[in-house]
């Protein structure tokens, strides 16, 4: 009980909220290496998977490079890395995220493009539709609820997991928990943890009330207009 008091204590210290090592300026760090890190990774696998799932080819290819990607530990690249040209810092950091991003988003937009009805894109076919008008205007909206939900999974997972920036010498949230090791500050690793977890949980809030709206609404009315391009031919 001590602990968490002192924890308590800990957060409440005003000291702890100011200047370039408070809480507030480290939690924006942390947001911004984890926003590049996604957009990095989203740059890298969502034309890959949109291209895969649209030709219906490279099933395996996705889930190899899913895979790959899965097994290696992100600490280990942040390490090599960190050994390399890039440096120490958050460029290391936000790479070895943005690895760390690619088999959610790869692996739910492919899912997503290849769940889409083949009578709807035969339809679209049918009355003339280019391959990149199909994929653009049939495929990628049907498939928009699980692309949506791979982003918001490669967000959470990242944001839980750039306070290994610290350990190369990058910011975010992670200083505060590195920190408290070095220091033997129970209540300030405690401390760490917590607001980690706290913005961990605000992200997939925020996505998931973000991914609802982008998709609910819309959802029927694509859902209509594939059910009357399907019945036009």
Same mark, same amino acid.
Not at 1 to 11: A, R, S, Y
Not at 72 to 87: D, E, M
Not at 109 to 120: A, H, K, Q
């Given at each position: /009980?001590? %602990? $968490?008091?002192?924890?308590?204590?800990? %957060?409440n210290d005003p000291l702890n909220w100011q200047g370039r090592d408070g809480i507030p300026f480290l939690t924006l760090e942390h947001l911004s290496i984890s926003a590049r890190a996604v957009l990095l990774g989203a740059f890298v696998a969502l034309p890959v998977a949109l291209v895969l799932g649209h030709t219906g080819r490279g099933g395996s290819f996705t889930v190899v490079i899913s895979n790959v990607?899965? @097994?290696? +530990?992100? %600490? @280990? %690249?942040?390490?090599?890395?960190?050994? &390399?040209?890039?440096?120490?810092?958050? !460029?290391? &950091?936000?790479?070895a995220l943005a690895v760390f991003a690619v088999p959610p988003l790869l692996t739910n937009?492919?899912? #997503? /493009?290849? #769940?889409?009805? +083949?009578?709807?894109v035969e339809a679209a076919r049918g009355m003339g539709m280019s391959g990149t008008a199909i994929l653009l205007r049939i495929e990628v909206p049907l498939a928009l609820p699980l692309i949506a939900a791979g982003v918001r999974t490669a967000a959470v997972q990242v944001v839980a997991t750039a306070t290994l920036a610290a350990l190369v010498g990058g910011g975010g949230l992670g200083q505060v928990i590195n920190e408290g090791f070095g220091q033997q500050d129970q209540p300030q690793i405690l401390a760490g943890a917590f607001l980690v977890a706290a913005l961990a949980l605000l992200t997939e809030s925020v996505? @998931?009330?973000?991914? !609802?709206? $982008? &998709?609910? #609404?819309? #959802?029927?009315?694509?859902g209509h207009r594939a059910v009357e391009l399907t019945d036009a031919v």
């Open positions: /009980m001590n %602990l $968490l008091q002192d924890t308590f204590v800990w %957060l990607s899965r @097994a290696i +530990p992100t %600490l @280990a %690249l942040l390490t090599v890395f960190a050994a &390399t040209a890039i440096g120490f810092g958050n !460029r290391a &950091t936000v790479i937009t492919y899912v #997503g /493009m290849r #769940g889409v009805d +083949p009578d709807v996505l @998931a009330l973000a991914e !609802r709206s $982008l &998709t609910s #609404g819309r #959802g029927r009315d694509r």
